[in-house]
T-cell receptor, first 112, second 113 residues
Framework: GDSVTQMEGPVTLSEEAFLTINCTYT??????LFWYVQYPGEGLQLLLKATKADDKGSNKGFEATYRKETTSFHLEKGSVQVSDSAVYFC???????????FGAGTILRVKS | ETGVTQSPTHLIKTRGQQVTLRCSSQSGHNTVSWYQQALGQGPQFIFQ???????GRGNFPPRFSGLQFPNYSSELNVNALELDDSALYLC????????????FGSGTQLSVL
């Protein structure tokens, strides 16, 4: 079945450092790809998404590009802030599908 | 516009008991999905309800069941609780039957002792 693999955490960075969280996927079709963020004590929030190959999703300084050739959707941010500390989940769905398949999540800790 | 609300926020049950978790969808949303998030793992799809009908189910046994009401709120029922059912249960609503934009609640933390 479809699956998502994320880099293991926790990832610990200093404020203003560059962030990359790797995500690769396995899918039989052409899924949409998502990054969700979960702040402590809260539910998941959609951070960004991309619906087809070479699309770039972006939001709040975060970016990810849908790479079909490498089946990847790595999350990047040029300068992280302490407020970015959270758990980040990569996910996919199937076209017209009704469920998301999530990776295991990556904890990000940003120190001031 | 209210968001997705779940109740209760925390719950402790004993193995073998039954539990009901509740979810109020965001205003205007007719689709509710339930996910189980075990500690240190990503959420796993349990099932989805669209206009009061089950619209897809994940790899969960029949003791996990659900309902959606005419106001599109939803319940998740789990019978014969097992220790491995301890998890955060997340409800998500959307305005379509798809997954392009889900709005998640804060979840119900269930502990089975």
């Amino acid at each position: 079945g479809d699956s998502v693999t994320q880099m293991e955490g926790p990832v610990t960075l200093s404020e203003e450092a560059f962030l990359t969280i790797n995500c690769t996927y396995t899918a039989t079709g052409y899924p949409s790809l998502f990054w969700y963020v979960q702040y402590p004590g809260e539910g998941l929030q959609l951070l960004l998404k991309a619906t087809k190959a070479d699309d770039k999703g972006s939001n709040k300084g975060f970016e990810a590009t849908y790479r079909k050739e490498t089946t990847s959707f790595h999350l990047e941010k040029g300068s992280v802030q302490v407020s970015d500390s959270a758990v980040y989940f990569c996910a996919l769905n199937e076209p017209y599908g009704n469920k998301l398949v999530f990776g295991a999540g990556t904890i990000l800790r940003v120190k001031s | 516009e209210t968001g997705v609300t779940q109740s209760p926020t925390h719950l402790i049950k004993t193995r073998g008991q039954q539990v009901t978790l509740r979810c109020s969808s965001q205003s205007g949303h007719n689709t509710v999905s339930w996910y189980q998030q075990a500690l240190g793992q990503g959420p796993q799809f349990i099932f989805q309800y669209y206009r009061e009908e089950e619209n897809g189910r994940g790899n969960f046994p029949p003791r996990f069941s659900g309902l959606q009401f005419p106001n599109y709120s939803s319940e998740l029922n789990v019978n014969a609780l097992e220790l491995d059912d301890s998890a955060l249960y997340l409800c998500a609503s959307s305005s379509t039957g798809g997954t392009e934009k889900l709005f998640f609640g804060s979840g119900t933390q269930l502990s089975v002792l």
